[in-house]
């Protein structure tokens, strides 16, 4: 079985995070998504709108998803990616580069991200339309 591992905070959850997990998922047999903790955020300064759990319960509703783990540091990738025996490790393209180091324990992929929607959009949006 070919293990797939990717990464976020999936907060606002839309079709961009949708496109990524389908195309992860299809690199693979298995996928698992690593969703940042409330903790964790708050140690990035990142404020998501829902919780950790709730974000959980959303990512394992979606049928691309096999498991879902929470990420608690920067420095648990290679860790994660041996305990869970994975193949393949994906991110989105605007982290080009930043995990080449994890390519001496599975293969590295970053993908294109989907054109015109992010988080950060719908927020600045939301925020406009107030």
């Not at 709730?54 to 420095?75: G, Q």
């Not at 080009?96 to 929607?117: A, M, N, Q, S």
């Amino acid at each position: 079985m070919k293990k797939v591992l990717t990464y976020g905070t999936f907060d606002l959850l839309h079709w961009g995070h949708i496109n990524l997990l389908q195309r992860a998922k299809e690199l693979g047999d298995y996928l698992v998504v690593a969703i940042s903790t409330d903790e964790f955020n708050a140690i990035k300064n990142k404020k998501a709108y829902h919780s950790f759990e709730n974000r959980k319960m959303i990512l394992e509703a979606i049928r691309y998803v096999d498991e879902v783990i929470p990420e608690n540091t920067w420095e648990q990738k290679i860790q994660d990616v041996q305990k869970h025996d994975i193949d393949v490790f994906v991110m989105g393209d605007d982290w080009e580069g930043k995990f080449d180091f994890l390519e001496d324990h599975c293969e590295v992929i970053y993908l294109p991200r989907t054109v015109g929607i992010s988080t950060t959009k719908i927020k600045k949006e939301l925020l406009v339309a107030k």
